[in-house]
């Protein structure tokens, strides 16, 4: 089990931007595929983007392609999603995961999941 912890959601107008960021514990990182999910009030959660462990490998779900991108600093520990022309409909709690796989976007592949942070984008 990855202890991971997200930072950097708020509040943003339709048409800005965030930077994401996902903290992991371990010594192992660079073997885990990392994933950001999402969840808006009343929905369940969905599959926003996974990269794998290197990070030669990246996945999106269509509604965010072109306008997210996942990275990640291996030296850091650490998952970034940037998020850029941002709608109202990205709206959700989002959330890091990460997965025993070193390249997958299947969510039931992800077992380690953060506590989740904010994100509200107004019209």
């Known amino acids: 089990q990855v202890q991971l912890v997200e930072s950097g959601g708020g509040l943003v107008q339709a048409g800005g931007a965030l930077r994401l960021s996902c903290a992991a514990s371990?010594?192992?990182?660079?073997?885990?595929?990392m994933g950001w999910f999402r969840q808006a009030p009343g929905k369940e959660r969905e599959f926003v983007s996974a990269?794998?462990?290197?990070?030669?490998?990246?996945y999106y779900t269509d509604s965010v392609k072109g306008r997210f991108t996942i990275s990640r600093d291996n030296a850091k520990n650490t998952m970034y999603l940037q998020m850029d022309s941002l709608k109202p409909e990205d709206t959700a709690v989002y959330y890091c995961?990460?997965?025993?796989?070193?390249?997958?976007?299947?969510?039931?592949?992800?077992?380690?999941w953060g506590q989740g942070t904010h994100i509200t984008v107004s019209s």
């Open positions: 371990g010594r192992a990182f660079s073997t885990y595929a």
């Open positions: 995961a990460a997965s025993s796989f070193s390249n997958t976007r299947a969510t039931s592949a992800f077992g380690s």
């Open positions: 990269i794998s462990g290197s990070g030669h490998s990246t």
